[in-house]
């Protein structure tokens, strides 16, 4: 678990597989790659999705953001702007 923070603090093992299946449902339906991938790499793994969805989450460039209820019905990010 460690090495989980240190790649994206703030996000739980949960939550990056939920962020990593969503993306790789976009990439089985037909969605572009956010990151340059050979024909050879795609090759190499198969042409998984998941693996792709990985690989764009190891680089930080899926636009996706965790949003997380606190009490009281305030969520993080109008948290962050008061």
């Known amino acids: ?30 969605a572009p790659f956010h990151i340059k991938l050979s024909k050879k790499e795609l090759e190499e793994i198969g042409y998984d999705p998941i693996a792709i969805a990985k690989k764009e989450f190891d680089a930080g460039v899926i636009p996706m953001t965790v949003s997380r209820p606190f009490p009281e019905k305030v969520t993080e990010s109008e948290e962050e702007k008061e």
Request: aromatic share 4%; net charge positive.
């Open 1 to 30: 678990m460690a090495k989980e923070e240190r790649e994206r603090p703030g996000i739980t093992r949960f939550e990056r597989a939920r962020i990593i299946g969503s993306r790789a449902l976009q990439i089985a339906s037909g």
